[in-house]
């Protein structure tokens, strides 16, 4: 019998999808243009990109559709096919995208499509759920040869999960003010130590939610990149691409998109509702002037987008 997917996964996101839908990052066209070059789904002349939409590709794990919004932008409809195991998410998902009619209630470990059928798999914000031999097994089975697996994730603080290194990386500023001082050399996750390091407030905060993460798989722990490394579906290099950004968020906006991490979403109310207050006092304690946007005035949350590219082994 085949494994399903993670329980703590689909249960808070059968619960929160609307919360989920509204406060989580989008992903910024800067990056994902050329990761869809990199993919092989798109063309690149100067600054203009046309997308081949005759290709076949499947997102596995479309949540409400937050990365699949990328890719109909840029003109696929019937050429995509979406799987989601979370009925709530694909509620959310289906009024979001009415037009996209190949949506497929079922996860990684089993997907009703054909062998060799399909050019390119995408996995947004998701992959860490789902790290493991037998997903990469069925996402090989479904790839024509010489496809690719494309993987990308918004995170927040740096983690053993960009350790490669700067040289082979590919660097995009998305608005950033602190790009420009960015030493892009060594290891990556000490040059996004640097990068983190430049709002006091965000560090903390991050660290203190994620003493909560313990028992759930999350894209920080970096055991997905091990798994890239150590398997026999994938070729093992690594492609790895990041854009930097500075979010703009007001202080309540800070405890709801950390609200709609699974980890948090599972706990009680009364529990819910002491972690806000501690993450507005940590905010008041080191949030200082130039955390705040001098134009807005919102507090500056340092951003990144994380894009990994791999080819199928067959
Ligand atoms: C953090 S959400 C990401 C959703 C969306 N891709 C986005 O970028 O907003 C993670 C998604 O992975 C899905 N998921 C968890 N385990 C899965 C599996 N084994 N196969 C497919 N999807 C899975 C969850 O149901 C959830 O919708």
New binding site residues.
């Given amino acids: 019998m085949s494994k399903t997917?993670?329980n703590t996964?689909?249960n808070s996101?059968n619960s929160n999808h609307s919360l989920y839908d509204q406060f989580?990052p989008s992903f910024t066209p800067i990056l994902v243009n050329p990761f869809l070059v990199e993919l092989g789904l798109a063309d690149q002349k100067g600054d203009k990109f046309t997308f081949k939409t005759d290709k076949k590709i499947v997102e596995?794990?479309?949540?409400?559709g937050?990365?699949t919004k990328n890719l109909i932008d840029n003109g696929w409809i019937s050429n995509l096919t979406v799987?989601?195991?979370?009925k709530g998410?694909l509620e959310t998902f289906q009024k979001n995208f009415p037009q996209i009619e190949n949506v497929i209630n079922a996860?990684?470990?089993k997907i009703p499509l054909e062998d060799n059928s399909v050019d390119a798999v995408l996995i947004?914000?998701?992959f860490h759920?789902?790290a493991d031999d037998e997903?990469l097994k069925e996402i090989n089975r479904i790839l024509k040869k010489g496809a690719k697996l494309g993987l990308i994730w918004n995170f927040d603080y740096s983690s053993p999960s960009q350790d490669s290194n700067a040289e082979d990386s590919k660097f995009y500023n998305d608005g950033s003010r602190y790009f420009n001082n960015l030493d892009q050399k060594g290891n990556n996750q000490r040059v996004f130590e640097n990068f983190f390091g430049n709002q006091k407030w965000n560090e903390e905060v991050t660290k203190y939610i994620w003493g909560f993460d313990v028992n759930v798989p999350q894209y920080r722990h970096g055991k997905w990149r091990q798994v890239l490394l150590n398997n026999n579906y994938f070729k093992k290099d690594i492609s790895d691409s990041f854009a930097l950004y500075d979010k703009l968020t007001s202080k309540e906006d800070v405890w709801k998109y950390w609200e709609t991490r699974s980890y948090i979403t599972d706990l009680s109310i009364d529990k819910k509702e002491k972690i806000k207050e501690h993450v507005e006092t940590i905010i008041d304690t080191y949030a200082n002037p130039d955390s705040y946007d001098p134009e807005t005035k919102l507090l500056i949350k340092p951003m990144v987008l994380h894009a990994v590219v791999v080819t199928v082994n067959k």
């Fill in positions: 997917a993670n996964a689909v996101f989580r596995i794990a479309c949540g409400t937050k990365f799987v989601e195991p979370s998410m996860s990684s470990y947004a914000q998701g759920w789902f997903s």
